[in-house]
């Protein structure tokens, strides 16, 4: 009995020690247990999978670094707005609504209006800029490519003129030291100033529809890689030498076609890579 006593005693003692540090214990049968911390129990039978669980609202309160970071995008937006200037063809713009963009090559004579009527691909053929009658006829944007929204593949189309006028420049690519000093062009729209770097010259022909063959005319848009591949890889085997320019799924191309007398209707072709666009245009009423 005395013995009890004394073991009572040494248990209450230690006891009443860890009470005074702050730790909760419960004494069994000799044995010395933690009691668990209180905790709200969550009911979980309607939990079928982490699909119920709302994982993503269980964090701490963050609305101030969201006001931060809402307030570091508006900054972000804002400077990813570019600079816009007056459109240096606004002029011709008004004068005719037929009018899709402007080419410009420097130190060459390609400096011309390039027209657009889906309803007729050819009215301008043989029609002035001033819709007079002229040989020469006007630079012709194909009817299956489009500006807004812009087609993966711009097809200009252009008299061939034996004086180098128009297209008749063209040819001069055939020679790489012509495409080293004249690598790039300029085409200018309504909103921006797109700026492409050659990638291919080449010989080609407008085929019969049952020729089963690479046809660089057909080529507009590209929905899958495999249909920008196919355009790409054509135009580089076909091109008279390598310019070193590449391209990757979600480039955009810039076609220029023209009149060549290898073959019956044979084509001259130079395809350039849109690499970076330029200024942007402020709007203007048309």
Known sequence: MKKNKVIAA??????????????????????????????????????????????????PDNSSDLQNQSSESAVEEKKKEPCRVPNPYKEYFLQNEDMAAWLYQPNSPIDYPVMWTPEDEEKYLHLSFDKKYTVAGCLL???????????TNLIIHGH??????????????????????????FLSDKDCRHIYEVMAVFR??????????????????????DEFDYFYKNVKELSQYDTGVEAEFGDRFLTLSTCAYHVQNGRFVVVAKEIAPGEYYQAFEN
């Open 10 to 59: 040494i248990l209450f003692l230690v006891s009443f020690a860890c009470l005074a540090a702050g730790v909760s214990f419960l004494i069994i049968e000799g044995y010395i247990i933690p009691k668990k911390p209180d905790i709200e129990l969550v009911d979980v039978s309607d939990i079928k999978d982490d699909s119920d669980l709302d994982i993503e609202n269980v964090t």
């Open 141 to 151: 944007l194909d009817t299956d490519s489009c500006l807004d929204p812009l087609t």
């Open 160 to 185: 061939h003129m034996q004086d180098g006028t128009m297209f008749g420049s063209l040819l001069k690519y055939e020679k790489q030291d012509y495409w080293e000093n004249h690598k790039y062009f």
């Open 204 to 225: 080609s022909k407008v085929y019969y529809a049952k020729d089963e063959c690479f046809k660089y005319y057909k080529f507009f848009n590209a929905d899958t890689e």
